[in-house]
C-alpha cells in the first residue's frame, strides 16, 4: 500500500536475485520492475488510502495532525426532540463515522462512488452549553465547560457562533470530505437544523515534511507550543479524567473564528511583524533564540538593556503563567469572499478557525484568552467574529454508541 | 466486507452494532447479506405504517435459492415485493437467487415490506427481521432505519398504508 516499503521490497527482491548468478539477475530485475510499477500505481492512490484509527478512548480529529481540509459544522435541535431522540441520532452517526473513516460509503448513500476513500477522514462530535439546557441534562456538564465570556475585542457574528450539536469533519481530500459531510447531515436532518457552516485548510499532503508546524496566513509558524500527540503532557492538557461517564476521555473545544487584517498587516515592516509575535518569521524561533523548539526567554535582554520579546508581544501575553493554564490549539486557516455586505467590491476575507482543547476551558483557556483581550498587540491586526465551545464526548468501542451515557 | 457479518447477528445479542460486528459464525454462511437497511418514511412513523427493507443478498449455496419472506417483531407480515412501472405489488414466489449471484433489493426495485407496523419505525432505530429462504437456512438481522429519500416510491395508485399527518419525526 505505501509505496516506499514496496520500493524497499523491490529493492530486496533484486538484492536476493544478484546472489544468484546467470538467468537469475535477469529474473530479480523483471521482479524490480514490476514491483516499482505495481508502488507507482499504489502512489496513486495513496492519500485516498489512508485511514486513521475511529475508536478507542478517544474520538478521532484531536489528537492528530491536521488534514488538509475541514468543516466545522454547528446544528441545532429541532423544537420537541428528546433524549431518545438523540440516541437515535447518534447511533446513525455513529454508523456513519464508523463506515466513512474506513473509506466506506454510508449505508444507503445514494452516491457511493463518490467515497473513493478515507483520506484520513475524522469525524469529532460535540454539544454546546445550551443543548444541555434543552434537554435538562445540566447535571452531566463536564467540570469548567460554560458558555465563554465575551471579550471586548469580539465582533461576534450569529451564522459563525454558538450551536447545540458539532460535527467537525477533517480530510485529506476536498470532495470525500464533502461527500462525508452531506452524509452525515442527512442522518441529521430529522433531529437537528444546520445553524453554520464554517470551511478550512492546512496544506496538502505532500508540501511539508512531518512534524512541521504550519502556519497561519499572516505568515506566522503557528502552534510551536503544543504539546507532543501521544505525550503524557497532550493527556494531562486535553482528556477529561473524571466527572460524567460520557465525558470522561473526551475534551472541551474552544472555536474561534478570527479575522485577519492582512492589508494593514502586511504594511508593516518584518522586524515589526516579529517584534508583535516575539518569534522570527523564517522559522518561528523566539526572538531569544535560533530554532522553533528553542525556549522562550522572556527575560532576555538586549545590549541597550531592552527586553528581546517586548511587552506588547503575543508569545509574552499568550504564555501560561502557571500549568493549568496549557492548552492544546489545532488550527486551520480560512479565506472566503467576506460577508460585510453585498456591495462591490469583494473583499476577500482571510484569517483562522482557531481552535482550542482542554480538559476545563474555564480553568485552562479563559484565563489566557483574558489576558489577550486585555492587551496584545497582535488584537490591531485580528478581530474575532466567531465563537461557539463543545464538550466532546469520549470516544467509542465498536458496538458502542457516541455519548451513549449522555442521552440514556 | 464489515457489512457481510450482519449474518453472524444470528448469534449475537440484540444490542450489537449492525455494521461492525466481527463475524463469529460457526457454520459457513449459505447466504450473506450487506448493505442492509430500513427505510424510515412518513409511511413508518406510525403503528399501521409500512416500509421497505433493501440490501444485497448473495447466495453462497450450489443451488438455486428463494427469499421467500421474513418475520419481523415490528410487524405481522414481511413480504417479498416488486415495483413494476412505478407501482409495487407482491412478488409472487418470491425472489430466485443463482448460485454465487447476489439480489440487489433497492428503492424503486425488489425489496421486503414490513406490512402493518406494530410500532413506529423512526430514523435512527433498530429493526429486526429474520428472513426465510426456500433452500437455505434463514438469516437474522438487526438493521438501522435511515431516512433516506430514494427510489421516488409513491406506494401509487393504490396506497397500501397512509402517510402520518405530523411531520416526520
Known amino acids: ?408 | 466486507m464489515l457489512r457481510s457479518a450482519l449474518v453472524a447477528l444470528v448469534l449475537a445479542p440484540v444490542f450489537i452494532f449492525s455494521s461492525v460486528v466481527p463475524a463469529t459464525a460457526a457454520a459457513p454462511a449459505e447466504v450473506s447479506i450487506s448493505d442492509a437497511w430500513v427505510k424510515a418514511s412518513e409511511y413508518s412513523d406510525h403503528v399501521g405504517g409500512m416500509t421497505g427493507i433493501f440490501a444485497k443478498i448473495t447466495n453462497k449455496t450450489a443451488k438455486t435459492i428463494t427469499l421467500i419472506g421474513g418475520t419481523s417483531s415490528f410487524a405481522p407480515k414481511v413480504d417479498v415485493h416488486q415495483v413494476v412501472n412505478g407501482v409495487m405489488s407482491h412478488k409472487q414466489g418470491g425472489i430466485q437467487i443463482k448460485p454465487g449471484k447476489s439480489a440487489i433489493l433497492e428503492p424503486g426495485a425488489l425489496h421486503i415490506m414490513l406490512m402493518g407496523l406494530t410500532k413506529a419505525i423512526l430514523p435512527g432505530a433498530r429493526v429486526d427481521v429474520k428472513l426465510t429462504f426456500k433452500g437455505a437456512r434463514a438469516v437474522a438481522l438487526i438493521l438501522t432505519a435511515k431516512s433516506v429519500p430514494a427510489g421516488a416510491e409513491t406506494y401509487t395508485p393504490a396506497p397500501m398504508a397512509t402517510p402520518s399527518t405530523t411531520p416526520n419525526k
Do not use: C
Open chain 1, 1 to 408: 500500500m505505501v509505496s516506499r516499503r514496496q520500493i524497499l521490497l523491490g529493492v530486496a527482491g533484486m538484492a536476493g536475485g544478484a546472489a544468484v548468478l546467470g538467468g537469475g539477475g535477469a529474473i530479480a530485475a523483471e521482479a524490480y520492475k514490476r514491483g516499482f510499477a505495481e508502488a507507482e500505481a499504489a502512489g496513486h492512490i495513496r492519500v485516498a488510502k489512508e485511514t486513521l484509527p475511529w475508536s478507542g478512548k478517544h474520538q478521532a480529529g484531536i489528537e492528530s495532525p491536521s488534514q488538509a481540509h475541514t468543516k466545522f459544522v454547528a446544528l441545532d435541535l429541532k423544537p420537541q426532540v428528546t433524549s431518545d431522540d438523540m440516541l437515535r441520532w447518534m447511533l446513525l452517526l455513529t454508523e456513519d463515522i464508523a463506515a466513512l473513516s474506513v473509506g466506506e460509503a454510508v449505508l444507503a448513500d445514494p452516491s457511493p462512488e463518490l467515497i473513493a476513500g478515507a483520506a484520513k477522514l475524522t469525524v469529532t462530535v460535540g454539544f454546546g452549553p445550551d443543548l444541555f439546557k434543552k434537554l435538562s441534562l445540566e447535571h452531566k456538564l463536564p467540570r469548567g465547560f460554560v458558555q465563554i465570556p465575551s471579550f471586548k475585542i469580539d465582533a461576534l457574528k450569529p451564522e459563525f457562533s454558538g450551536g447545540d450539536v458539532l460535527l467537525h469533519v477533517s480530510a485529506d481530500d476536498l470532495q470525500i470530505l464533502s461527500h462525508a459531510t452531506r452524509a452525515l447531515l442527512r442522518d441529521s436532518q430529522t433531529f437537528a437544523e444546520v445553524r453554520w457552516i464554517q470551511a478550512g485548510f492546512t496544506n496538502a499532503v505532500g508540501t511539508a515534511r512531518p512534524g512541521t508546524t504550519q502556519r497561519n496566513l499572516m505568515g506566522q509558524v503557528d502552534g510551536t507550543d503544543n504539546p507532543d500527540f501521544g505525550s503524557q503532557n497532550f493527556a494531562n492538557q486535553v482528556w477529561i479524567k473524571d466527572g460524567p461517564a460520557w465525558a470522561v476521555g473526551g475534551t472541551q473545544l474552544v472555536l474561534r473564528r478570527i479575522k485577519m487584517h492582512l492589508d494593514t498587516w502586511d504594511s508593516l515592516g518584518r522586524t515589526q511583524k516579529e517584534q508583535t509575535i516575539g518569534r522570527f518569521l523564517r522559522n518561528g524561533a523566539p526572538l531569544n533564540g535560533k530554532s522553533e523548539r528553542d525556549p522562550i526567554d522572556l527575560d532576555a535582554t538586549n545590549e541597550f538593556g531592552l527586553k528581546v520579546i517586548p511587552e506588547f508581544a503575543h508569545v509574552r501575553r499568550a504564555s501560561a503563567k502557571n500549568m493549568d493554564e496549557l492548552f492544546f490549539r489545532r488550527p486551520f486557516n480560512y479565506q472566503e469572499q467576506t460577508s460585510e455586505s453585498n456591495s462591490k467590491p469583494v473583499e476577500l476575507e482571510s484569517g483562522l478557525l482557531w481552535t482550542a482543547y482542554a480538559k476545563d476551558l474555564t480553568e485552562q483557556y479563559v484565563p489566557v484568552q483574558t489576558r489577550l483581550a486585555q492587551f496584545d498587540l497582535l488584537n490591531t491586526w485580528t478581530t474575532p467574529v466567531g465563537s461557539a465551545v463543545f464538550a466532546v464526548a469520549r470516544g467509542v468501542k465498536p458496538g458502542e454508541i457516541l455519548a451513549e451515557e449522555l442521552f440514556s
